[in-house]
């Protein structure tokens, strides 16, 4: 079974169900479009239960490696490996893309192939940047993972979508670029594109401030990070249902794995000098944003603000120095991928029936809509991080780490358990409950079959998570161990 390729195939199955996607043709086709496209989704999705039936959580050695050269003169490899912070992100990819699939199976009617063929691409890609061991191999799936987003917002979103992925584009790309003098430096003084020889390279601390920053650019951009989030809103506002929740159950990931897989053992004495700063930009992000989602008036810009003040908490854990802090960040990345897919997939089954986004618009939707109603009030709880909930593991497990740090760093993270329910829990009661005040939303049914199927693997996800999250931290801990193991020992160069 480990002589399989699952990783490969984890890769290719979407990007090659995406080309045959593309080839069903025009909108003529689109019933065979979108059946090519689920099948393709789940045949993605099966490729990677391996990896979890598979995984050893004793080790905390790269699994499931494949290794091929590629360009042999510049040593760069076609090399992929899971370890335990990243297991989990692949198949959390996988299984986003068949929820995306399903959700815009009757919504999407225009270029129904495209759309469907930019999901599966774009599934693949990301699961590349997660099992890449290379750091060209990675740069290339990290940039190239950019275009079928970029497509998505900008061919089928909303009024302003070109701005919007024009911003979203550059913002992403500029940040990159600093990534790659950082990877093309690392590759002069160890002669190697290796991601894992380059975690004992010793390097002197002035060359780590400065891989460190180009770094803490490039993937902050991506989390995103205050103060550079502000492509985030309009990304979500513009972008179609599908394309908001891959943004925020996947995309953003790919920042912070980042900072994992490459700050913290590549630079491990520059982290340890500007952890601070990053503790301090993570704090703003979760209380400053905390306060900005409390005054949005549009459904989407206010759970894209919330996707920043949770991923505020997933840059803290990660900057503690402790066990807590990293595996909560870790918890709490996978917890954001079932919570936020779920809340932006609540608010586009309203859109389908309303056409609008606007909270104003809405009121009493629990007298036409019982079912969704129930469901939105499950995932806004996890929004919360109210206890049995996916919401409440990850964050409360970084304030314990922070606690361990800094009472104060803990006591202004804990905030957002009162943030994260004050506009959560706006929003909800001002849409869902009341008098039917709109004769829209008198007229409105409730979700059907398709509908109710995804918002119930969500709801399993988030209460199974909350209930019992040993299967999701089990696989984390050797691996975690070892990484902060490293980062305690320094790379330093020894005196001359």
Same mark, same amino acid.
């Given at each position: 079974?480990?002589?399989?390729?699952?990783?490969?195939?984890?890769?290719?199955?979407?990007?090659?169900?995406?080309?045959?996607?593309?080839?069903?043709?025009?909108?003529?086709?689109?019933?065979?479009?979108?059946?090519?496209?689920?099948?393709?989704?789940?045949?993605?999705?099966?490729?990677?239960?391996?990896?979890?039936?598979?995984?050893?959580?004793?080790?905390?050695?790269?699994?499931?490696?494949?290794?091929?050269?590629?360009?042999?003169?510049?040593?760069?490899?076609?090399?992929?490996?899971?370890?335990?912070?990243?297991?989990?992100?692949?198949?959390?990819?996988?299984?986003?893309?068949?929820?995306?699939?399903?959700?815009?199976?009757?919504?999407?009617?225009?270029?129904?192939?495209?759309?469907?063929?930019?999901?599966?691409?774009?599934?693949?890609?990301?699961?590349?940047?997660?099992?890449?061991?290379?750091?060209?191999?990675?740069?290339?799936?990290?940039?190239?993972?950019?275009?079928?987003?970029?497509?998505?917002?900008?061919?089928?979103?909303?009024?302003?979508?070109?701005?919007?992925?024009?911003?979203?584009?550059?913002?992403?790309? !500029?940040?990159?670029?600093?990534?790659?003098? $950082? &990877?093309?430096?690392?590759?002069? +003084?160890?002669?190697? *594109?290796?991601? @894992? %020889?380059?975690?004992?390279?010793?390097?002197?601390?002035?060359?780590?401030?400065?891989?460190?920053?180009?770094?803490?650019?490039?993937?902050?951009?991506?989390?995103?990070?205050?103060?550079?989030?502000?492509?985030?809103?309009?990304?979500?506002?513009?972008?179609?249902?599908?394309?908001?929740?891959?943004?925020?159950?996947?995309?953003?990931?790919?920042?912070?794995?980042?900072?994992?897989?490459?700050?913290?053992?590549?630079?491990?004495?520059?982290? !340890?000098?500007?952890?601070?700063?990053?503790? $301090? &930009?993570?704090?703003?992000?979760? +209380?400053?944003?905390? *306060?900005?989602? @409390? %005054?949005?008036?549009?459904?989407?810009?206010?759970?894209?603000?919330?996707?920043?003040?949770?991923?505020?908490?997933?840059?803290?854990?990660?900057?503690?120095?402790?066990?807590?802090?990293?595996?909560?960040?870790?918890?709490?990345?996978?917890?954001?991928?079932?919570?936020?897919?779920?809340?932006?997939?609540?608010?586009?089954?309203?859109?389908?029936?309303?056409?609008?986004?606007?909270?104003?618009?809405?009121?009493?939707?629990?007298?036409?809509?019982?079912?969704?109603?129930?469901?939105?009030?499950?995932?806004?709880?996890?929004?919360?991080?109210?206890?049995?909930?996916?919401?409440? %593991?990850?964050?409360?497990?970084?304030?314990?780490?922070?606690?361990?740090?800094?009472?104060?760093?803990?006591?202004?993270?804990?905030?957002?358990?009162?943030?994260?329910?004050?506009?959560?829990?706006?929003?909800?009661?001002?849409?869902?409950?009341?008098?039917?005040?709109?004769?829209?939303?008198?007229?409105?049914?409730?979700?059907?079959?398709?509908?109710?199927?995804?918002?119930?693997?969500?709801?399993?996800?988030?209460?199974?998570?909350?209930?019992?999250?040993?299967?999701?931290?089990?696989?984390?801990?050797?691996?975690?161990?070892?990484?902060?193991?490293?980062?305690?020992?320094?790379?330093?160069?020894?005196?001359?």
């Amino acid at each position: 079974m480990t002589d399989i390729p699952f990783l490969s195939l984890a890769i290719w199955i979407p990007i090659l169900g995406g080309v045959l996607t593309l080839a069903t043709g025009p909108d003529v086709n689109a019933r065979m479009a979108r059946t090519v496209a689920l099948l393709s989704a789940l045949l993605g999705f099966v490729v990677t239960l391996p990896l979890y039936a598979g995984f050893d959580p004793n080790t905390a050695a790269m699994q499931f490696v494949e290794m091929r050269p590629w360009i042999d003169r510049f040593h760069v490899a076609y090399h992929l490996g899971i370890d335990g912070l990243s297991l989990w992100f692949v198949l959390l990819n996988a299984f986003i893309t068949v929820l995306v699939v399903i959700a815009g199976w009757q919504v999407v009617k225009v270029r129904v192939a495209q759309y469907m063929a930019a999901f599966l691409i774009m599934s693949g890609l990301m699961n590349g940047i997660f099992a890449a061991l290379d750091g060209v191999l990675f740069y290339v799936f990290f940039e190239a993972s950019l275009i079928p987003l970029y497509l998505v917002i900008g061919v089928w979103g909303g009024p302003n979508r070109v701005y919007a992925a024009f911003k979203f584009f550059l913002f992403t790309l !500029a940040g990159s670029l600093l990534m790659l003098l $950082a &990877l093309i430096y690392l590759y002069n +003084v160890s002669g190697s *594109f290796e991601i @894992l %020889v380059w975690h004992d390279v010793p390097l002197a601390r002035h060359v780590q401030s400065m891989i460190f920053f180009a770094f803490l650019v490039a993937f902050g951009v991506k989390v995103p990070m205050w103060p550079v989030h502000t492509w985030l809103p309009d990304a979500h506002v513009e972008a179609p249902t599908g394309g908001s929740v891959v943004l925020a159950a996947i995309a953003l990931k790919l920042g912070a794995y980042g900072f994992v897989r490459f700050s913290l053992p590549i630079v491990p004495d520059a982290v !340890a000098t500007y952890a601070p700063l990053v503790i $301090a &930009l993570s704090l703003v992000a979760v +209380v400053y944003i905390g *306060f900005v989602a @409390l %005054v949005q008036t549009d459904m989407k810009k206010l759970v894209a603000y919330s996707s920043i003040a949770h991923m505020g908490f997933v840059t803290l854990g990660f900057f503690l120095g402790n066990s807590l802090g990293v595996e909560g960040a870790l918890v709490q990345m996978i917890s954001h991928g079932f919570v936020s897919a779920a809340m932006f997939l609540c608010i586009g089954v309203l859109y389908d029936r309303m056409h609008s986004r606007q909270i104003a618009d809405y009121g009493g939707v629990a007298n036409t809509m019982p079912k969704f109603a129930a469901f939105f009030m499950l995932f806004a709880m996890a929004n919360c991080g109210l206890p049995g909930t996916s919401g409440f %593991v990850g964050e409360f497990t970084v304030i314990l780490g922070a606690m361990k740090l800094n009472f104060w760093v803990a006591f202004l993270a804990a905030t957002t358990l009162v943030l994260g329910a004050a506009y959560t829990l706006w929003m909800y009661k001002r849409v869902v409950f009341g008098a039917v005040a709109n004769e829209k939303v008198a007229s409105l049914t409730d979700i059907g079959g398709r509908e109710f199927l995804f918002l119930a693997l969500l709801a399993i996800c988030v209460l199974a998570m909350g209930l019992y999250p040993f299967p999701f931290t089990e696989t984390m801990h050797v691996s975690v161990d070892e990484l902060l193991r490293h980062v305690a020992a320094g790379k330093l160069p020894p005196p001359l």
